[in-house]
């Protein structure tokens, strides 16, 4: 059964701080996405990576950073959290679609509130 | 760029009633679609999905066809149940650059009651 996970499902952390969310995936999918989920405004990908080391902007990258070391783990780095980054994190996982099918699979998510 | 609109919610629904969430999209090129379901307290999860015109995906009584024609995807099921209630996404496959991403649409929030 495939599974993505997320370190946490809430966090609570304060302005300022540097905060840390883990997605771990056992599929041994190439590709790895992060994404935040506001009400009204759907799912906006944050970044993503096609492999080990590489790492792509999504649609809004700033205030944000990731890392990938090994293909099964993909972080994703608040360097100075702010109250707007408060929000439901997914991670999601893919293989490469060979120009059939792109389906994704998403972690349970993490709500993290900045105070 | 592609881009995906589906009905805004929220919908509500009593149980056994038809369900329709229109979705369209803006695409070059000819993407998959999929429509993903979210579970209050859950990530999303693959509900069907279509890779080619006319391709019609179901799963546990959902349907959706692949329209070409009017660029749609509309969600569908002939009667609906409380265990139903979810957040529904469209989305199709970005194909600009050999890109693997997904472009979503907002969500449509269901809501079946009793």
């Known amino acids: 059964d495939v599974k993505v996970t997320q370190s946490s499902r809430y966090l609570v952390k304060r302005t300022g701080e540097k905060v840390f969310l883990e997605c771990v995936q056992d599929?041994?999918?190439?590709?790895m996405f992060w994404y935040r989920q506001d009400p009204g405004l759907g799912l906006r990908l944050i970044y993503f990576?096609?492999?080990?080391?590489?790492?792509e902007k999504g649609d809004i990258p700033e205030g944000y950073s990731v890392s990938r070391e090994k293909k099964e783990r993909f972080s994703l780095i608040l360097e100075s959290a702010s109250t707007n980054q408060t929000s439901m994190y997914l991670c999601a996982s893919s293989s490469p679609a060979g120009g059939d099918s792109y389906e994704q699979y998403f972690g349970p998510g993490t709500r993290l509130t900045v105070t | 760029g592609d881009s995906v609109t589906q009905m805004e919610g929220p919908v509500t629904l009593s149980e056994e009633a038809f369900l329709t969430i229109n979705c369209t999209y803006t695409?070059?090129?000819?993407?998959?679609l999929f429509w993903y379901v979210q579970y209050p307290g859950e990530g999303l999860q693959l509900l069907l999905k279509a890779t080619k015109a006319d391709d019609k995906g179901s799963n546990k009584g959902f349907e959706a066809t692949y329209r070409k024609e009017t660029t749609s995807f509309h969600l569908e099921k002939g009667s609906v149940q409380v265990s139903d209630s979810a957040v529904y996404f469209c989305?199709?496959?970005?194909?600009?650059?050999?890109?693997?991403?997904?472009?979503f649409g907002k969500g449509t929030k269901l809501t079946v009651n009793p």
């Open positions: 990576s096609y492999d080990v080391k590489m790492k």
């Open positions: 599929m041994d999918h190439e590709n």
């Open positions: 695409a070059t090129g000819y993407p998959s």
């Open positions: 989305a199709l496959s970005d194909q600009q650059g050999g890109s693997e991403k997904l472009v």
